[in-house]
């Protein structure tokens, strides 16, 4: 499972030693980001939906083969704040940080704690393997602003994911099952697919339900423009009771109240996704991960494949061909650690276009390094989602920020959708009971607040 959301953190981000002594190098052509070149960098990779292999198989050679007398001390845990959170707050941190799971750190109190590296002069820097461009200059749009707090540049969000409706390509054609793109349409063909004994659609309650929050947040995207998440995301009152997010929220709760399984509530990821592969489940919210996330799993008979979501009504803003894709999976650089510039031109690798191609044959994830993948065999699922990608042309939104910048309205949203999706809750109630958390927190003067344009 991989996200750009926030989970569990421990009490304390702050605290360290300040003053533990840091390798430094000489700046040059060949050396921007002035690391030591024989000083060791460790790195610590979330081992979830992606793998791990892309970190062991070709980022960490890439770096060797640039800095040979560099050892790269690597460690993977599908746990990353129950593992790392202890060692930033005693103040020996890794250098380079994978920051991903149901269980990562509250990434806008890590910025607060000072514990993270400004990325300015990694984004500035000469491209690894592109001659004449900066590695800013080589990202797709939006790909530094997505990590950026308060003007800074804090994080990398590496990997492009495309979120939609998944399902099985070879069971919608077997069937006969045309997509979607009115609310009507959707509800119809779930009205067909229930009578066939399939669910019709599905998540997993117990620790996948911010897959529906994004679901439902794109659909009111749609409705009103992303305007209406831009104002979720600078807490404006009466951002989540505006018509976009209640008329998502109500058609939502609709699908929720007819066409879910109720067991799901209680299920995690990997169950309900196993339930898709085996052609109990036709729709799936998620990210282009998924493919790669089941590919074990994944029987000849199924085809992974993804389609936009539905326009909920006649007036929608957005056309039913919008989507919204974004990058996700931060990693950063710790700004205690003993090696920070290394674990920033580690980053610089993974940036590279040969880093790139190499992540995507390995996870079939995009990565937000533009046109690295250009011409390349690619899986079905991700074809599929490039595809889409195509279709929407300009209508491709980045969605939202909340979720990693305040921890307590993103457990508030998570907890509130389940109560839509799985108990019968109405519309009013899921867009009051956020509205009043969103207030809560920006009443909150402990809560370091970030504003997005």
Request: aromatic share 10%; proline share 5%; hydrophobic share 40%.
């Amino acid at each position: 499972m991989a996200t750009p959301a926030v989970g569990l953190l421990s009490a304390c981000v702050g605290g360290g030693d300040d003053t533990q002594k840091q390798s430094t190098g000489t700046k040059s052509a060949d050396n921007p980001l002035g690391i030591d070149p024989k000083a060791g960098v460790e790195i610590i990779i979330f081992n979830g939906g992606l793998g791990t292999a892309y970190a062991t198989d070709v980022d960490t050679p890439l770096f060797n083969k640039k800095w040979p007398d560099a050892k790269v001390t690597y460690s993977a845990t599908e746990q990353i704040s129950t593992v790392v959170q202890p060692r930033i707050n005693a103040g020996s941190p890794p250098d380079m940080i994978n920051n991903s799971g149901s269980n990562l750190m509250d990434f806008g109190a890590i910025v607060k704690a000072g514990q993270a590296a400004d990325l300015t002069d990694l984004f500035a820097a000469p491209s690894w393997d592109v001659a004449g461009k900066t590695v800013a200059e080589t990202l797709v749009p939006g790909a530094v602003e997505q990590g950026t707090y308060d003007g800074k540049p804090m994080a990398m969000n590496y990997s492009y994911t495309v979120f939609g409706l998944w399902y099985n390509k070879k069971l919608f054609d077997s069937k006969g099952w045309k997509l979607p793109a009115t609310w009507a349409e959707f509800t119809a063909l779930c009205d067909t697919i229930k009578g066939a004994g399939i669910t019709p659609f599905g998540y997993a309650g117990a620790n996948a339900s911010y897959y529906m929050v994004r679901a439902l947040l794109t659909s009111a995207a749609k409705i009103g423009t992303e305007q209406c998440l831009k104002d979720i995301d600078n807490l404006k009152p009466g951002a989540w009771t505006a018509e976009p997010i209640k008329k998502a929220a109500a058609a939502w709760g609709e699908i929720g109240n007819k066409y879910i399984n109720k067991t799901f509530l209680g299920l995690k990821h990997t169950e309900v996704q196993l339930q898709q592969d085996q052609d109990k489940l036709a729709f799936y919210p998620c990210g282009s991960w998924l493919e790669n996330e089941q590919a074990k799993d994944t029987p000849p008979t199924f085809e992974y494949a993804v389609t936009p979501y539905p326009s909920v009504t006649t007036a929608d803003q957005l056309p039913a061909t919008a989507i919204n894709a974004a990058a996700g999976e931060i990693y950063f650089a710790a700004a205690k650690g003993k090696n920070p510039q290394g674990g920033k031109e580690y980053i610089r690798g993974m940036l590279s276009k040969e880093a790139a191609l190499g992540f995507t044959k390995l996870t079939k994830s995009l990565t937000v390094v533009a046109g690295a993948a250009d011409g390349q065999t690619i899986s079905p699922g991700l074809t599929s989602a490039n595809d889409m990608l195509g279709k929407a042309g300009k209508d491709v939104f980045m969605g939202y920020l909340f979720d990693t910048w305040y921890k307590k309205l993103d457990d508030e949203s998570r907890g509130a959708v389940n109560d839509l999706m799985f108990k019968g809750g109405d519309a009013e109630k899921f867009c009051q009971r956020m509205e009043a958390a969103s207030q809560a927190v920006a009443k909150d003067s402990s809560v370091t607040k970030f504003t997005r344009s």
